[in-house]
């Protein structure tokens, strides 16, 4: 049984909401930062404002049915509807990424109160690297909206991981019904990154939805949010979603920071090596025959805060 969000004060000593709303935005007091390292994550209660996300739902709406220009953004489709047809852009779109330099999408990743939180993980010099937002469609029965159990840092070919931070943030109401996110706290601890592959399940996995196995066993909590409420995770930090058991849509909006001080590392002969391979296929297939998996991440990475490094 997953523990609720709401009872992780007895487990992890934690009770959502315990940001100090009163500090000054962007300063964490020791109890918080003392959670982070424990548990690999931290949530912190309101942060972005409705407006901001309200105008990011209308964009994601607006370059899903062709209104505006997608550009360099890449959409990506729900498995199981692959093939058929009558469905609205907003059923089949399960995520959109790389939309550093969107007008409206980058208002988010360009959020100072967000960016004053950031900060505390990267230092002062920020890169965006990796901006999603993520349309959970209601599930078709087929349990293809889950998000297999994963470290985020298998997608990337940077380091070292300490500097590396995800901000998560719920776009509405999110929890067990619509597949909140589920996190493994303390699994960062572990300073291992784990064997990732598409998980063997019987109806499809999403594309680029690699897992790792053996998890069943380890203590995970359900993070229940409110609109605005945004978590920030360590990329080593074991994660994932379940089903959206409703019948709307749940969307969350994501980037992962990197301090520009990070460097690229050759993934190659490592296991990363089978995500490369695969998001090079993709670059290739658009005609961009001569891009390293690191260009790759160069392209779609932004200066947000300070100077720019050697990412
Ligand atoms: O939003 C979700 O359901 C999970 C997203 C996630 O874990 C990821 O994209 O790495």
Redesign the pocket.
Known sequence: MPIEANNMETEFKYTPGCATKSAKAGTLSRKQREFYEKNGFLVIPKLIPEDLIDACHRQFLDVIDGRIPKGGITMMKDISLRGKSGYTNERVVN?IQDWVWDEVFSKYILHPHLLDYVENFTGPNIMAMHT?L?N?PPDSGKLTSR?PW?Q?LHYFPFRPADQIV?A?TAMEHIDGNN?C?VAFPGTHREETLYQHEYPEWEDGVNKMYHGVRGMDHKPKVELHMEKGDTVFFHPLMV???GPNKTANFRK?I?CHFASSDCHYIDVRGTSQQSIADEVQAITQKRGLTDLTFQDIWHMRSRCVRGLQGKL
């Open positions: 995520k999603m993520i959970k998000h994963h985020d995800a998560w597949g996110l994660h994932g979603s969350a994501s």
